[in-house]
């Protein structure tokens, strides 16, 4: 037996002499001992009086993964976990995302579409498309749940086209026992309580805001499209319905520097809606691609896409801290994020033309969509996409290779010319970070386990990237 290349090993966590045992293929996440520890640094050539000793706990282990018999199993075992996921499909939910429109009443200065941007909404002819697809793909994949997320441009620009696709969906799921919900992924500038409680009605359950700062640090990001500040008014909205609906927050920072978004953290608390708000999410501003018909005209390649850039990981660490030190429980980070491109039956993104994409960012650039609502198949750039496998360009015995398959896409193209075949590693800020979003993990469980006062789940859910 040996420790399998996917095997992660957190020393002295929760206490001296104890360890954290994380398998990123199986997701397990095991707490042993120090005498246990020991077993495993020499588990290669033990006598046989050990062996039994321990014949239990070597089995627990290699059941979770953690341990395996030699290098060919793990690296077959390593080939038919990413043919499951390139292959497989969640059937528990399908996560769809719907653009209303593509305009939008803001004009933020990095705006990924704002390059491709024009001023089309998702008509009816192309709802009843859509809705026809859904029920469609539904029905053929056997989904128990959908969840869509209305997205954009500014989703609120086309409200109709909410009510219309929801009403049908929801009332079509409801006479065939399927789970229905939506969420809302808005700047907040048109969120009001009226229509928070209407689209309440229709399954609306998660309001997702994007904002940069408090006042001037959010405003010089996120203006109004004819000039003027937003801050004030979509505070005064978050105020309005946060007792509504669950509102949830999203936080770009740039390079480095954290003190805007350490400035809104605040401010939330100051107010009194900060453990009234849903889940934080930070993003570091990435690259987005040039205008349309020349996407390798890459903008803003000196933001953070850099895995290298010791300031990712510092970032990264000082936000964890800043949350826990208001009681603030982040995600783990430690889940299965190969690219959703890069799979058979992930989750899709509608456009206001109806055409199907994987990837949120590739929008505005119709030659990266995958399919069309109007057609149930998807056409040769899906393939393209689904067969890069440019995992083969990694070595095998990566520790990541089972939750990360070579990296992001859309980070291959910026970086490398427009290439999508190059890995994307992000091997360094993994390295740093990793320990740390296995302590996370191993406090959200513990936390469960004490709550519900049943053990702990050994396996974690898989994250998708939309
Ligand atoms: S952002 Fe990257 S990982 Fe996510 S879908 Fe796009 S290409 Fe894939
Ligand atoms: S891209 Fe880097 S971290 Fe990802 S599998 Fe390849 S070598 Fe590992």
């Known amino acids: 037996m040996k420790i399998s290349f996917h095997t992660i090993i957190v020393e002295d966590y929760p206490e001296k002499d104890q360890f954290l045992l994380y398998s990123t293929r199986t997701q397990a996440l095991i707490k042993i001992d120090k005498a246990l520890k020991n077993v495993l640094d020499r588990v290669v050539s033990l006598d046989e009086g050990t062996l039994l000793r321990y014949e239990k706990e070597l089995q627990h282990l290699y ?47 990095y705006c990924f579409e704002e390059s491709s941007r024009t001023m089309v909404k998702l008509d009816d002819d192309t709802q009843k498309e859509v809705i026809r ?25 086309n409200p109709a086209a909410i009510d219309h696709i929801s009403e049908e969906m929801q009332s079509w799921c409801r006479e065939r026992n399927i789970h229905f919900r939506f969420s809302l992924q808005t700047n907040g500038y048109l969120l009001t309580p009226d229509k928070v409680k209407r689209f309440k009605k229709l399954g609306l359950t998660n309001v997702r805001i994007s904002m940069d700062g408090v006042g001037d640090d959010h405003d010089k990001f996120r203006p109004l499209r004819g000039g003027g500040g937003t801050f004030d008014r979509i505070i005064g909205n978050i105020k309005d319905c946060v007792d509504l609906v669950k509102i949830s927050i999203s936080i770009g920072y740039d390079k480095g520097d954290i003190a805007p978004l350490e400035k809104l953290v605040n401010y939330f608390q100051e107010q009194g809606i900060l453990h009234k708000l849903g889940q934080f999410a930070f993003s570091p501003l990435i690259p ?91 056409n040769s750039q899906h393939v393209f996409f689904r067969d890069l496998d440019v995992w083969k360009q990694c070595p095998t015995d990566c520790t990541y290779m089972p939750m990360c398959s070579g990296g992001c896409r859309l980070m291959s193209f910026v970086g490398n010319a427009g290439n999508f075949r190059v890995p994307s590693c992000k091997k360094p800020y993994l390295n740093e970070m990793a320990p740390e979003f296995i302590k996370r993990e191993y406090q959200k469980l513990t936390a469960q386990r004490n709550k519900a006062n049943a053990p702990a789940k050994n396996e974690g859910q898989q994250a998708i990237c939309t």
């Not at 903008?299 to 964890?320: E, F």
């Open 63 to 109: 059941q979770a993964g953690i341990l395996v018999n030699d290098d060919n199993e793990d690296i077959q075992k390593l080939k038919t976990h990413l043919s499951r996921i390139k292959f497989g499909a969640d059937k528990s939910q399908y996560l769809v995302t719907i653009l209303t429109t593509y305009a939008c009443n803001l004009k933020c200065t």
């Open 133 to 157: 697809w859904l029920k469609n793909r539904i029905t053929e994949q056997g989904y128990s749940s959908l969840n869509i997320n209305y997205y954009g441009g500014e989703p609120l620009l």
């Open 288 to 378: 987005s691609l040039g205008p349309k018909g020349e996407p390798q005209k890459i903008r803003g390649t000196q933001c953070m896409s850099n895995s290298h850039d010791a300031a990712l990981s510092q970032a990264a660490r000082k936000i964890s801290e800043l949350m826990a030190a208001k009681g603030v429980v982040l995600p783990s980070g430690m889940s299965t994020s190969v690219c959703p491109l890069t799979r058979e039956h992930s989750g899709v993104t509608i456009d206001q033309h109806g055409r199907l994409y994987r990837c949120n960012s590739l929008l505005g650039h119709p030659e990266f969509a995958i399919g069309d609502v109007r057609s149930d198949n998807y």
